[in-house]
């Protein structure tokens, strides 16, 4: 346990409480602890040998362990709280009806009373009934990691959409629960995991829920209308849509800003962008895109989010390029990765064209720093300094295949100005020439420039015109 917490004044303080399960997960552990763990049920007697690997075993399931409870921390913080204490369990099995088992619930009682603490958060799903005996037993409120996250979300949602996409996946969560859960879903006494529809309707009259869920569904199946109306009124102009992916606090808002000015809220807190941002980027080639910043992905997202939130998340499915954003500085980078993977996948979008852009390179020492070296499929960036953000925007110049780039050969009156500001505005001007009152010029210009200028109101704007393909 670390030796002190952050204490934040007025904040509720929270103790939390990690759990690992040996039995039936060897798959996900390490290939040091699973060799470790193999040794040393092969040959319990060969001394040094069994030592060495009861003691990789034993490091390695402290590091893991780690990884769980640091995220359930940052959690944890980001939902206003104050953390009062930590403690981990490993177990072959979860106990039925306490999840962590008779021996551990009596430490936990004591390290609640002496914290001081008033909840508990556990970095596992809990049954009613857990959850029930837990809080008889630790005296204190107790909510699982679940309803953490959807905790964060209600405090984070601006708009109209994120807020009913929010309450949606609360009244579904909650429905299954509703009988004879515990205090830690009492409205009375607020505080963390308690935002949302509020005990009283919830258990007086459970028709009532499932109207509010089918309400709240039609409400957000018209969102997802207006948004295709959008959608196909941008079609009309040939215009690509770029997706921002990533896990949560990979820098995806700060490399949005970076990008594009937007001015989003960054910040290091878990779920900080929850609503959806879609701002315009010039590229090289004076092609316009469009680029989507997402929400956050995380280790367990919670079922509920992922469907409540598609509406949100179309733009992802029909990205022509998924730029996926990683933490460089992380150690649980490839277990991140991998959760964004299964969240990619869940939405239909895993086989998108993509690049992986390795953020906060600025973080590293300098000597890792010389050693980077972008490759076809990975670039590596600093947000915060700017850092690679040139070759990145090249990168997608080249992967966006909407509109593409044209070079041709161009004769242009010179009193034909609106023509010529197009070309400026929207073409890269290779070589400018003039002969007998025209300009003649040798331009990289999407199709769809090529074609307005072609097909001006008042006739051609271009005398004449060859397109090198």
């Given at each position: 346990m670390p030796a002190s917490f952050d204490t934040v004044p007025g904040a509720e303080r929270a103790f939390l409480v990690g759990v690992a399960f040996r039995h039936g997960h060897s798959a996900s552990r390490g290939p040091q602890a699973q060799l470790?763990?193999?040794?040393?049920?092969?040959?319990?007697?060969?001394?040094?040998?069994?030592?060495?690997?009861?003691?990789?075993?034993?490091?390695?399931?402290?590091?893991?362990?780690?990884?769980?409870?640091?995220?359930?921390?940052?959690?944890?913080?980001?939902?206003?709280?104050?953390?009062?204490?930590?403690?981990?369990?490993?177990?072959?099995?979860?106990?039925a009806a306490t999840l962590i088992g008779r021996g551990k619930l009596e430490e936990l009682r004591?390290?609640?009373?002496?914290?001081?603490?008033?909840?508990?958060?556990?970095?596992?799903?809990?049954?009613?009934?857990?959850?029930?005996?837990?809080?008889?037993?630790?005296g204190a409120r107790v909510i699982d990691r679940t309803q953490l996250i959807l905790d964060i979300f209600a405090r984070h949602a601006r708009t109209r959409e994120g807020q009913l996409q929010v309450e949606l996946a609360q009244l579904e969560y909650l429905l299954p629960r509703l009988s004879g859960r515990g205090a830690g879903m009492s409205q009375l006494g607020g505080g963390i995991g308690t935002r949302g529809p509020g005990e009283t309707q919830l258990e007086t009259d459970r028709r009532r829920i499932y109207r509010r869920i089918r309400d709240l569904k039609q409400q957000l199946e018209g969102v997802r209308r207006a948004r295709a109306q959008q959608r196909q009124r941008r079609e009309t102009v040939?215009?690509?849509?770029?997706?921002?992916?990533?896990?949560?606090?990979?820098?995806?808002?700060?490399?949005?800003?970076?990008?594009?000015?937007?001015?989003?809220?960054?910040?290091?807190?878990?779920?900080?962008?929850?609503?959806?941002?879609?701002?315009?980027?010039?590229?090289?080639?004076?092609?316009?895109?469009?680029?989507?910043?997402?929400?956050?992905?995380?280790?367990?997202?919670?079922?509920?989010?992922?469907?409540?939130?598609?509406?949100?998340?179309?733009?992802?499915?029909?990205?022509?390029?998924?730029?996926?954003?990683?933490?460089?500085?992380?150690?649980?980078?490839?277990e991140q990765d991998a959760q964004v993977e299964q969240v990619l996948h869940e939405l239909g979008a895993q086989s998108s064209p993509r690049v992986r852009v390795l953020n906060k390179t600025d973080l590293l020492p300098t000597g890792r720093r010389a050693e980077l070296r972008n490759t076809a499929d990975e670039m590596y960036v600093s947000a915060r300094s700017g850092e690679g953000l040139g070759a990145l925007v090249a990168r997608l110049d080249a992967m966006v295949q909407v509109d593409p780039v044209k070079r041709a050969r161009l004769r242009v009156p010179q009193a034909n100005g609106k023509a010529l500001a197009i070309l400026e505005a929207h073409a890269r001007i290779l070589t400018r020439e003039y002969d007998e009152g025209c300009v003649v010029l040798e331009v990289d210009a999407p199709e769809s420039v090529l074609r307005e200028l072609a097909g001006h109101n008042n006739g051609p704007a271009i005398k004449e015109a060859v397109i090198f393909l």
């Open positions: 470790a763990s193999q040794l040393a049920h092969e040959n319990a007697e060969a001394g040094p040998r069994a030592a060495q690997a009861g003691d990789a075993l034993e490091k390695q399931e402290a590091s893991e362990a780690e990884e769980p409870l640091g995220e359930l921390r940052e959690l944890a913080l980001s939902a206003g709280a104050s953390i009062a204490g930590e403690l981990m369990q490993r177990r072959d099995r979860p106990d004591g390290a609640v009373a002496s914290s001081g603490a008033g909840l508990v958060v556990f970095d596992h799903e809990l049954t009613p009934s857990q959850q029930r005996n837990l809080e008889d037993a630790a040939p215009i690509a849509t770029v997706a921002l992916v990533g896990y949560t606090n990979a820098g995806k808002s700060t490399l949005f800003n970076a990008l594009t000015r937007a001015g989003v809220e960054a910040s290091s807190r878990m779920f900080a962008t929850l609503d959806p941002t879609i701002r315009s980027l010039t590229l090289p080639s004076r092609r316009k895109i469009l680029l989507s910043d997402t929400v956050g992905f995380i280790r367990q997202l919670p079922h509920q989010l992922v469907t409540a939130f598609r509406a949100t998340l179309e733009e992802v499915e029909r990205a022509v390029v998924i730029v996926e954003v990683s933490d460089v500085t992380s150690p649980n980078r490839a």
